[in-house]
Structures are given as structure tokens and as C-alpha cells.
């Protein structure tokens, strides 16, 4: 059974920094690409940095140059290193493997970001 199990997230002031980590299990992680996606209040939920299998990364337009996706195939882990974050990054964040360039397989429970002074 495939678990995700995100986690870093919080109440952070504009221009500060975090680090989202997701955990996998259940799975042959390293095989994977993996996403990190948002959804804001009222909003559909978007794509905003991808990996591959093989280390290669993208980004949306959004947090190109502030966010960084890395992934650590020894611990199964996935993470999102935020930083100068604005208002406007709050949402739930969430990873999830990707094949053919859209999700694949059950979200996670997601963390809470929060950029508010």
C-alpha cells in the first residue's frame, strides 16, 4: 500500500524560508518521478516543480529561482526548499509520483504553508 506523508509546513513571514518533505512508502521510489503541487482557498490545485528519475528538475513560472525540488532515493524522501516566500505561496502543499506529466496514483494529506505577517 502506497503512503505519502508530507510534512515542514507552518506560518512563516514574507520573504522567509521552508522545507517540505515527503515520505514514501510502499513503493520502488527511486523508479519515480515526483511532483510537488498547491491549492490555494477557492483555487484548482497546480503544478508547481517536478523531478525525474534521474535528477532532472522544472518549475512553474510562479516560484522559478525561489523554490528548489530534490529528492533523496536512500530515505524515500522528496523535498521542496522554499524560499523568499510571498502571500500569495499559501496553500496546501502535496507531492505525488508523476507519469506522462500529470499525477499518478492517491494525494496525500498535504501541509499547510501559511505566508502572512
Known amino acids: 500500500q502506497v503512503q505519502l506523508v508530507e510534512s515542514g509546513g507552518g506560518l512563516v513571514q514574507p520573504g522567509g524560508s521552508l522545507r517540505l518533505s515527503c515520505a514514501a512508502s510502499?513503493?520502488?521510489?527511486?523508479?519515480?518521478?515526483w511532483g510537488w503541487y498547491r491549492q490555494a482557498p477557492g483555487k484548482q490545485r497546480e503544478l508547481v516543480a517536478t523531478?525525474?528519475?534521474?535528477?532532472?528538475?522544472n518549475y512553474a513560472d510562479s516560484v522559478k529561482g525561489r523554490f528548489t525540488i530534490s529528492r533523496d532515493n536512500a530515505k524515500n524522501t522528496v523535498y521542496l526548499r522554499m524560499n523568499s516566500l510571498k502571500p500569495e505561496d499559501t496553500a496546501v502543499y502535496y507531492c505525488?509520483?508523476?507519469?506522462?506529466?500529470?499525477?499518478?496514483?492517491?494525494w496525500g494529506q498535504g501541509t499547510q504553508v501559511t505566508v502572512s505577517s
Open positions: 505525488i509520483r508523476q507519469h506522462n506529466g500529470a499525477p499518478f496514483g492517491s
Open positions: 510502499g513503493i520502488f521510489f527511486s523508479s519515480y518521478h
Open positions: 523531478i525525474t528519475s534521474g535528477g532532472s528538475t
